[in-house]
């Protein structure tokens, strides 16, 4: 009988994660096609687009990744890119660790860890009580083949659509970017002049003498652990608020 | 050296399921370093922030189209609008502004 609870639980859990998936694959849809852009302008191919967006589930750390292939970059600096520009998947599978059913089989962490992306972790974590695996893998099922299905689409298209249309899409993801740091920097005055510096940094180091030869992953990388570094030693932030600012 | 896009991929998969994956597996207490923890806290900011600012300005047809959209893409999400919206009124700025800029040159 408890068994057979279990099992009502879980599969509930996984149609409400298939039902609530569907916007963001969407949304996922529309944004990854501007990074299939980004992929065919290192020289990536459809297949090659495809495979990568559905091993790897990460805008911006997939971005970062392709504009280092387009560099001709080492293996190690794409490895060390990929690591620095994922750190925060890094935070939310820590905040995602506390929240877990201590008795969650290994299996299940394994399968929940690889698609831990800013829409997913916000809409698990907003559930009440111990995460179900489940909710995650019926969110994933829905939202995951639309992010890879339209890298894919944005590498082919890129090559068909005319070059107003791919101008206007390749923004798609730097508003996404957006839509990530500005709704935190405007309940927190420190984000918020936090961003500003960094603007300003990556501006700085974009056109200066000397820096601006370093390649761009690499400037990405220097400026992030430093400005983060400084700014953990300045603003130290509490536990609760940590909690509270979480997308 | 003539490198090979699929270890790229590879390397890119692995490292990024590593990231994800080590946490949730292995973390079982509370992190209790402060600076770590606001280090972890202040990164995803400062990377999305570092590769939005000035990359955005290359990424359209012109730099005008591109700032545009940096400018758009803050006040509705300052507004409240979602990932898939803001999304969205980025590249419709775009397209607006890459239509209006021949007349002016």
């Not at chain 1, 387009?70 to 599978?93: C, D, F, H, K, Q």
Request: with cysteine; aromatic share 10%; glycine share 6%.
């Amino acid at each position: 009988m408890d068994l057979y609870n279990t099992r009502n639980v879980n599969k509930k859990c996984f149609l409400q994660g298939l039902r609530n998936g569907i916007p963001i694959g969407l949304g996922y849809l529309a944004v990854s096609f501007s990074l299939g852009i980004a992929a065919k302008n290192a020289g990536l191919n459809a297949v090659q687009s495809f495979l990568t967006s559905l091993l790897c589930n990460a805008s911006a750390g997939e971005y970062a990744g392709f504009t280092l292939i387009a560099a001709g970059a080492s293996y190690i600096e794409v490895a060390v890119m990929t690591l620095i520009v994922n750190a925060r998947y890094l935070l939310m599978s820590c905040a995602m660790s506390q929240r877990m059913n201590p008795d969650t089989k290994l299996h299940h962490r394994l399968l929940m860890s690889f698609h831990v992306t800013d829409e997913l972790f916000a809409i698990a974590i907003a559930r009440p009580g111990y995460l179900n695996p489940f909710y995650s893998y019926g969110a994933v099922l829905s939202a995951a083949p639309c992010w890879a299905l339209g890298t894919a689409l944005g590498t082919i298209a890129g090559n068909i659509l005319p070059l107003r249309l791919v101008s206007a899409f390749s923004v798609a993801l730097y508003g996404m970017f957006l839509a990530v740091i500005i709704p935190p920097a405007r309940k927190n005055k420190r984000i918020a002049g936090m961003i500003i510096v960094c603007f300003a940094a990556s501006f700085a180091a974009a056109y200066l003498p000397i820096v601006s030869e370093i390649s761009e992953g690499m400037r990405t990388i220097l400026l992030t652990v430093i400005i983060a570094a400084a700014a953990a030693v300045l603003f130290p932030v509490s536990q609760s608020e940590d909690n509270g600012n979480e997308p | 050296m003539s490198r090979n896009t699929y270890i790229y991929i590879l390397i890119m998969a692995v490292v990024t399921f590593a990231v994800r994956a080590l946490p949730l597996t292995l973390i079982q207490k509370q992190i209790k370093n402060r600076f770590l923890q606001s280090f972890l806290y202040y990164v995803p900011y400062v990377t999305l922030a570092v590769m939005t600012f000035p990359a955005i300005l290359h990424a359209t047809q012109s730099p005008v189209s591109g700032l545009c959209a940096l400018l758009i893409g803050i006040l509705a999400a300052w507004l409240g609008a979602n990932l898939f919206q803001v999304a969205l009124s980025c590249c419709g700025i775009v397209l607006i502004v890459e239509l209006i800029i021949p007349f002016f040159s």
